[in-house]
């Protein structure tokens, strides 16, 4: 059974560093990209990036842009998503998904990671 | 690159069908095969209910079904039961490795 289970959440301090991580079960974790999603208290989705676990390749979407790196340790079947300075703007639910070979969709999704960012 | 754009809200009685409605570009939604829409509970994670516009995943009912005429997509659930009552997204891939979701829709059984 494909899952992915992220990591808990998290309560920093504007200014702050943090990264959190989304690990993958039950398939071939460096075969497929993992994307990162945003969703701000009450608001919708917004797509951030994807990472290739096979060989760290990432892209980033334009809105998220130097603003957070993705990574990945294929050798533990894990995906990250880090922030080196918090803003209290940052505050909201990130969802890492499985990316679709063929269908350019998100096929399997963690848990979500709650961020709290507050002084 | 802009959200795509959805209802706010849409509603309908128990039995009944409703169809939501995703506009895109020709960038995204029109440019691609490649919408897929997505059901969030309140609390849950998004997912998948419907991809290459009109694939639905094993194990979603056949009460969801999708569509697409140029530039917008459509989801539509029919037999409405009370436990389609959730927030449901629509998203596009938008070339260059880049995708868009919708801002959403929060649709209501009466």
New interface residues.
Partial sequence: EVQLVQSGAEVKKPGESLKISCKGFGYSFTSYWI?W?RQMPGK????MG?VYPGDSDT?N???FQGQVTTSADKSISTAYLQWSSLKASDTAMY?C?RV?RR??????????TLVTVSS | QSALTQPPSASGSPGQSVTISCTGTSSDVGGYNYVSWYQQHPDKAPKLMIYDVIKRPSGVPDRFSGSKSGNTASLTVSGLQAEDEADYYCSSYAGSDSWVFGGGTKLTVL
């Avoid at chain 1, 919708?44 to 797509?47: D, R, S």
């Avoid at chain 1, 269908?103 to 979500?112: H, K, L």
Wanted: one cysteine or more; hydrophobic letters at 30%.
């Fill in positions: 994307g999603v919708g989705l917004e797509w994807i892209r979407s334009p809105s969802y998904a679709h269908s350019y969709c998100f096929d399997y999704w963690g848990q979500g």
